[in-house]
């Protein structure tokens, strides 16, 4: 077991631009610079356009930054090759997205085996795992299923069944509750806790509303690319 002290994620002075079709850039992040410890349940929270999926596409390496260090485990990511971030993401991120992101013509079954591909598994030993994980979910009726025969909730859940399966220590999940109404949202919330809490999965989730990030235990904010707020938090969202 790793230190529940032990530092995962850690950005230095990192930027990004993104360059404009006319010429010249934009620049999108300014000097971010926060680290996330192992057992940490985070809310990244701010106004459309702010930069939050930029920054978790940093964080998820599925993009570099600009300039600035991004640690992941200690291991500088900046400096890997394509199939080296490959690799790094398939063996410790799960990824929760706003749109599902599940193959449609995929049994519930195997979109939640996919991400076993690369663990040199059996075909039985993944799909043990799999349905163990849907079990979890509470969807274990459901794995011949094809995603477009499930509710947008029921949907969500194959997703975070899909997240879980290969055993990460760290989910980041963009928008999770975003296609959702706020009963289902709410449920989606309270599993991430539990996952949080009794499993001591690190969390890093994206929102917009205080109503959500009020699940995590730790709040930042980021307006126009920039920390603004970065703490427990807090009892509402007027100073933010
Ligand atoms: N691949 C890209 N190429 C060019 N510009 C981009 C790219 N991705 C993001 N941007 C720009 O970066 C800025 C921040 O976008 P980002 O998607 O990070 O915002 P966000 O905070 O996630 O917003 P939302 O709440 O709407 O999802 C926007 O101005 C956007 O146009
Ligand atoms: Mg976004």
Not at 70 to 90: H, I, Q
Not at 109 to 123: A, E, Q
């Amino acid at each position: 077991m790793k230190k529940s002290s032990e530092i995962i994620i850690s950005l230095k002075h990192i930027n990004k631009s993104f360059p404009l079709e006319l010429g010249g850039e934009q620049q999108v992040l300014f000097d971010i610079n926060f680290t996330v410890k192992s057992g940490e349940f985070v809310a990244i929270m701010g106004p459309s356009g702010s930069g939050k999926s930029t920054c978790m596409n940093i964080i998820g390496a599925l993009d570099t930054p600009t300039s600035g260090v991004y640690e992941l485990y200690g291991n500088d990511v900046t400096g890997l090759t394509t199939d080296e971030l490959a690799l790094v993401r398939n063996e410790y991120i799960g990824f929760v997205f706003q749109q599902f992101n599940l193959l449609p013509k995929r049994s519930v079954l195997d979109n939640v085996m996919l991400p076993l591909m690369y663990r040199g598994m059996t075909r039985e030993e993944r799909q043990r795992r799999a349905r163990e994980m849907l079990r979890r979910v509470g969807l274990e009726k459901f794995e011949s299923y094809l995603p477009t025969q499930l509710s947008g909730g029921m949907k969500q859940r194959v997703a975070i069944a899909r997240a879980l399966a290969g055993e990460p220590k760290l989910i980041l999940a963009d928008e999770p509750t975003g296609a959702l109404d706020s009963k289902m949202g709410n449920e989606i919330l309270k599993f991430f806790k539990e996952l949080n809490h009794d499993l001591g999965i690190t969390i890093v989730m994206i929102t917009h509303e205080f109503d959500i990030a009020k699940y995590a235990n730790r709040l930042i904010h980021i307006r126009d690319g920039k920390i603004n707020y970065d703490g427990k938090i807090p009892k509402n969202d007027d100073n933010l």
